[in-house]
T-cell receptor, first 114, second 113 residues
Framework: GAGVSQSPRYKVAKRGQDVALRCDPI?????LFWYQQALGQGPEFLTY????????KSGLPSDRFFAERPEGSVSTLKIQRTQQEDSAVYLC????????????FGNGTRLTVT | DQQVKQNSPSLSVQEGRISILNCDYT??????FLWYKKYPAEGPTFLIS?????DKNEDGRFTVFLNKSAKHLSLHIVPSQPGDSAVYFC????????????FGKGTSLLVTP
């Protein structure tokens, strides 16, 4: 596709539910990132893939957060037993893979945990 | 701890004038800096970047200045246009942070006609 595609755009979950957020990166982009943006804040790094390998997951806030990219293309961010503090916009970005390649962001998934 | 700081949450500028957005950083290992622009309900869009080996980079109406000794960078938009109204994020990366970008909290720019 022309850009990074994320689905769903909006997700409402009751506290304790599991959610799965999907990201379709730009074709040919080997690097894929997940960021979390809370209201009034800048994006905060969660995790990074190069192809199917998860090279950095230092930003994942707890073991309830899990990300995968099994075939080096589509990625899923899963949050188990959601909590209210998980409410945020989850942004996916992709790039060609060089360290200073600009990131291309999707429009994000707004997660609201009630 | 916030390693990239944008101390002005908002800025209002008249159309045609210069907009100056500021950013400070604390991590001396940062060597690459970027500005992103974000419209409501959209993801951030890359605007311009600068490597630490330079002190200025220009792209059309947008210029980024880097002052390494002060750990400060700024984005100049000349002339400002109403379509520039958006939130602008400063971001930085360094060899010790791998590929992760550290973002500031953003500055909301309003360009009035």
């Amino acid at each position: 596709g022309a850009g990074v595609s994320q689905s769903p755009r909006y997700k409402v979950a009751k506290r304790g539910q599991d959610v799965a957020l999907r990201c379709d990166p730009i074709s040919g982009h080997v690097s894929l990132f997940w960021y979390q943006q809370a209201l009034g804040q800048g994006p905060e790094f969660l995790t990074y893939f190069q192809n199917e390998a998860q090279l950095d997951k230092s930003g994942l806030p707890s073991d309830r957060f899990f990300a995968e990219r099994p075939e080096g293309s589509v990625s899923t961010l899963k949050i188990q037993r959601t909590q209210q503090e998980d409410s945020a916009v989850y942004l996916c970005a992709s790039s060609f893979g060089q360290r200073n390649s600009p990131l291309h962001f999707g429009n994000g998934t707004r997660l609201t945990v009630t | 701890d916030q390693q990239v700081k944008q101390n002005s949450p908002s800025l209002s500028v008249q159309e045609g004038r210069i907009s100056i957005l500021n950013c400070d950083y604390t991590n001396s290992m940062f060597d690459y800096f970027l500005w992103y622009k974000k419209y409501p309900a959209e993801g951030p869009t890359f605007l311009i970047s600068i490597s630490s080996i330079k002190d200025k980079n220009e792209d059309g109406r947008f210029t980024v200045f880097l002052n390494k000794s002060a750990k400060h960078l700024s984005l100049h938009i000349v002339p400002s246009q109403p379509g520039d109204s958006a939130v602008y994020f400063c971001a930085a990366s360094g060899w010790n942070s791998g590929y992760a970008l550290n973002f500031g909290k953003g500055t909301s720019l309003l360009v009035t006609p």
